[in-house]
């Protein structure tokens, strides 16, 4: 037993480093072995989800987090986002909006450089990116607009412009300039360069309206019968400013400024054109402005200088205020004694070759004109129209000597002239004046 024990005990060193040097054999072995695991191709295909780019070079565990496969996400947005999934990239906060899909633009092999860009992809203005940092923006020179590039851009091309004047901010003439674009015509009617007020953003013709307000010129740089109607032949005679008269919306809507009529009044009043003189009008060749005013026929402010018929053919107590009942019979115009200005005025000068002559005394019309007629009443009527014809009675013989050798008086028959030549002759030969006497009685005198 002992010799077994003591063999036994001999043999167990041997045996335990036999199996060491297995155990460092096999640990050696192990490690000198390729990596059977990081060798070995998984065929991701089979998943329905192949792995293309960069994301094959990538550990499981970059998506598949502790070893977990089922609920993977498959779209971009799930892994490259702030707290996503895996230990993916997320989009920068200086990112452009823009959709989840990040194949839009970039590839999967890298994320830089960006080759293309999906603007269907993009949710934030144009502007958001083409303000000339993170994209071109606008050149220094383009015109003054919205920042909708798209507007007027296509993604495709800059240069391919479809324009909509809907985003453009900047004035007409900001452009159509005859340099940016297409200006006006040397021969253009003298206007604003607002060209939206007349002509529309989809062609320069024809033009549908025209707004007269953004005209400068005067009515007759247009209305000269060839840019745009005329007058017509049978227009009265007016001056050229058609917005005298004419508002800009109808020709026909017409609101008369007798300013501008260059004609005289009865061009136009005549009865044709425009109403003329009722069949009932004073007799006058003058025109009409001389009594009525343009704005009414009525109140006339009569200028009697400008009446060619006579003043009874008015003042006849229907066309104008006639004689009163107590008129002074005559059959004399009223002229003959009242002025135009006023009838209290009367003011008769006498010139038949009857009449005797102004009196000094206070001598009225009733003082002759006893009957309030036209025909003077004579006391004494066979000496008319002499003094004598009223002064017969006021006669006195004595004084009146004729002649001498022998005495004689003159009679009212012979100084029937008062105011004649009244000589004392030597005889009654009436030969030789004694004595000269000449108007010794005159109108003129307050008395004989």
């Known amino acids: ?12 060193p041997r045996a335990i480093t036999r199996v060491i040097f297995a155990i460092v054999l096999l640990v050696f072995s192990l490690t000198a072995l390729p990596d059977v695991a990081s060798n070995t191709e998984f065929d991701h295909f089979s998943t329905s989800f192949s792995l293309s780019g960069a994301h094959r070079s990538l550990d499981c565990e970059s998506c598949h987090v502790r070893g977990i496969f089922k609920g993977t996400p498959k779209e971009c947005n799930l892994c490259h986002v702030q707290g996503g999934a895996g230990s993916a990239s997320a989009k920068p906060a200086n990112h452009i909006r823009s959709t989840g899909i990040c194949l ?15 603007h ?8 958001s990116c083409h303000n000339g940092s993170i994209a071109p923006g606008k050149h220094p ?109 109808t020709w026909l809507d017409v609101r008369f400024d007798h ?18 003189k009722h069949p009932t009008h004073i007799q006058t060749t003058a025109q009409c402005d001389d009594c009525h005013s343009s704005i009414s026929w009525t109140p006339a402010n009569l200028d009697h200088n400008s009446v060619s018929g006579s003043c009874s053919s008015c003042h006849n ?21 009242h002025i135009v200005n006023t009838w209290s005025n009367i003011d008769f000068i006498h010139s038949s070759g009857g009449y005797p002559g102004d009196h000094r005394s206070n001598v009225q019309c009733l003082d002759c004109h006893q009957s309030n007629s036209q025909i003077p009443t004579w006391t004494s009527g066979a000496y008319k129209p002499d003094c004598a014809g009223c002064h017969a009675g006021d006669f006195k013989i004595g004084p009146h000597k004729k002649h001498e050798n022998p005495d004689a008086k003159y009679n009212v028959s012979e100084l029937r002239d008062c105011s004649g030549s009244c000589h004392i002759y030597s005889d009654s030969s009436l030969t030789t004046i004694k004595d000269r006497q000449s108007s010794e009685h005159r109108t003129t005198d307050g008395d004989f």
């Not at 037993?1 to 003591?6: F, G, L, V, Y």
């Not at 839009?104 to 999906?118: A, G, L, Y």
């Not at 107590?317 to 004694?337: I, M, P, R, Y």
């Open 259 to 276: 300013a501008s009529v260059t004609g005289s009044c009865s061009s136009c009043h005549n009865g044709t054109t425009a109403s003329g």
């Open 141 to 249: 020179t383009h015109i003054a607009s919205s920042n909708s590039c798209d507007d007027c851009h296509s993604s495709n091309s800059w240069s391919n412009v479809n324009f909509d004047h809907a985003g453009v901010t900047g004035s007409c003439s900001s452009c159509h300039n005859g340099t940016t674009a297409t200006g006006k015509h040397p021969t253009h009617i003298t206007s604003t360069n607002s060209c939206d007020d007349c002509h529309r953003s989809t062609a320069w013709t024809p033009v549908t309206r025209v707004d007269h307000s953004a005209v400068t010129g005067s009515c007759a740089s247009c209305h000269n019968g060839s840019i745009a109607p005329g007058k017509h032949p049978t227009h009265i005679t007016s001056s050229n400013s058609c917005d005298d008269c004419h508002v800009v919306n």
């Open 104 to 118: 839009d633009c970039h590839s999967d092999r890298s994320w830089t450089p960006v080759t293309r860009v999906d």
């Open 317 to 337: 107590g229907s066309a104008a205020t006639g004689k009163a009942g107590n008129h002074f019979v005559t059959s004399l115009q009223c002229d003959e004694c």
């Open 1 to 12: 037993m002992r010799m077994i024990c003591q063999n036994e005990v001999v043999k167990t």
């Open 120 to 127: 269907s992809a993009v949710t934030g203005s144009c502007a």
